[in-house]
Each structure stands twice: as structure tokens, then as C-alpha cells.
T-cell receptor, first 111, second 117 residues
Framework: GENVEQHPSTLSVQEGDSAVIKCTYS??????FPWYKQELGKRPQLIID?????GEKKDQRIAVTLNKTAKHFSLHITETQPEDSAVYFC??????????FGTGTSLTVIP | GAVVSQHPSWVICKSGTSVKIECRSL??????MFWYRQFPKQSLMLMAT?????????EQGVEKDKFLINHASLTLSTLTVTSAHPEDSSFYIC?????????????FGPGTRLTVL
């Protein structure tokens, strides 16, 4: 089955700085890579996603890059704000639509 | 659109009892629903894939006789935790994949917090 690893587990940045979270996956058949933001006790919220036929995608302050050959993808948040503080999860999905989540990154943006 | 609800949002039960959790797609039909379990400060772990009208597919290590899944309609899937024990206490989240959605699209429910005493 798919194995998704995520680093770092915790990340603290100063407000205005950038944050980068990295994930690797094992199953070459995975073709969809969403990123979720989860606040305590709430459902995961999709913040950006990328498909295997694309190398990079950007949405305002958030960007995701994908390296299929190396089987890794990364989330980049620029100009971080305190409200970006949350737990972020990457996931990998195959044609069966099952999502396999990374271990999560607790991001703290220090004002 | 694409709203998924879960009921109940929070349940406390005694050890040995069974608990049923409902997952509904409110404004779309879902051929496939997924059930996840999330322990405190941990990731979402896929438990099973629920397909309307057929048996659920369980991930390795998940006891199918303990976690009964029924997907009787295109808008409802239920997860029953049978003979619950304290170690089953967790946050259970479902997601639903619309019939006419693009590949891989899933919408998550708000989760159900189960506490077994």
C-alpha cells in the first residue's frame, strides 16, 4: 500500500516568513496530491492540490510542487500570518480514490 | 454545495456497547464514502472504503467484524463500532466522493468524537 511521510512534524516561523512542508510517497500509481489544513477538532480543509501531470501550482500565498521521479511534493506558504497556524496534512491518492495521509505538520506563526 | 454531515458529533458510551455513526452527503450523491480514524495529535488513518450497494473494503489491520460499514444508499453510509472499548476512543471522520465529480474529489464530514468509558 501507499506510504506517505511528512516533514517536519513541527514548524515555527516568524510572521511574514515562508514555511515549507515536504512529503514523500511510495506508490508510483498515486496521481493526486492534496494538502489539508486542520484546526483542532475540526474537519480537514482542502487548501491546494496538484495532479501528477503538473509540476507546480500556485494559489495566492500557497504553492505546491511535485517531483514525480523522486516521488516527493512540497507545500510552500509565503508571507505567513498568525491565522495560518494549524496542522497541515499532505495526502496521496491513486485511481481508487483512497487518500493516504502524511503524519502532519503543526505550524505555528509567531506574531 | 458538496456538504457532508455526520451524526452524532460527539458520543460517550460504556465499554462493551455498540455505537453507530452516520455519514450523509446532503446535496450530492456519493457512490463511494471513506471512513478515517484520527487519534489525538496524529494523522487521519484510512479505515475502509464504502461503496454503495456492495461490501466495504477494509485497510490492512482494521477488523471488519468490529467496524461494521453499511452504504445502503447514495447519500448515507454508517459505521458501527461493535463492543466498543476504551482503545476505540478516537475522532472518526468520513468523506464522500460525488458520482459526477472529477477524479479523486472528496468532501469531508465534521467528524464524530467517540469516548468509550
Amino acid at each position: 500500500g501507499e506510504n506517505v511521510e511528512q516533514h517536519p512534524s513541527t514548524l515555527s516561523v516568524q510572521e511574514g516568513d515562508s514555511a515549507v512542508i515536504k512529503c514523500t510517497y511510495s506508490d508510483s500509481a498515486s496521481n493526486y496530491f492534496p494538502w489539508y489544513k486542520q484546526e483542532l477538532g475540526k474537519r480537514p480543509q482542502l487548501i491546494i492540490d496538484i495532479r501528477s501531470n503538473v509540476g507546480e501550482k500556485k494559489d495566492q500565498r500557497i504553492a505546491v510542487t511535485l517531483n514525480k521521479t523522486a516521488k516527493h511534493f512540497s507545500l510552500h506558504i509565503t508571507e505567513t500570518q498568525p491565522e495560518d497556524s494549524a496542522v497541515y496534512f499532505c495526502a496521496a491518492s491513486n485511481t481508487g480514490n483512497q487518500f493516504y495521509f502524511g503524519t502532519g505538520t503543526s505550524l505555528t506563526v509567531i506574531p | 454545495g458538496a456538504v457532508v454531515s455526520q451524526h452524532p458529533s460527539w458520543v460517550i458510551c460504556k465499554s462493551g456497547t455498540s455505537v453507530k455513526i452516520e455519514c450523509r452527503s446532503l446535496d450530492f450523491q456519493a457512490t463511494t464514502m471513506f471512513w478515517y480514524r484520527q487519534f489525538p495529535k496524529q494523522s487521519l488513518m484510512l479505515m475502509a472504503t464504502s461503496n454503495e450497494g456492495s461490501k466495504a473494503t477494509y485497510e490492512q489491520g482494521v477488523e471488519k467484524d468490529k467496524f461494521l460499514i453499511n452504504h445502503a444508499s447514495l447519500t448515507l453510509s454508517t459505521l458501527t463500532v461493535t463492543s466498543a472499548h476504551p482503545e476505540d476512543s478516537s475522532f472518526y471522520i468520513c468523506s464522500a466522493s460525488p458520482v459526477l465529480a472529477g477524479d479523486n474529489e472528496q468532501f469531508f464530514g465534521p467528524g464524530t468524537r467517540l469516548t468509550v468509558l
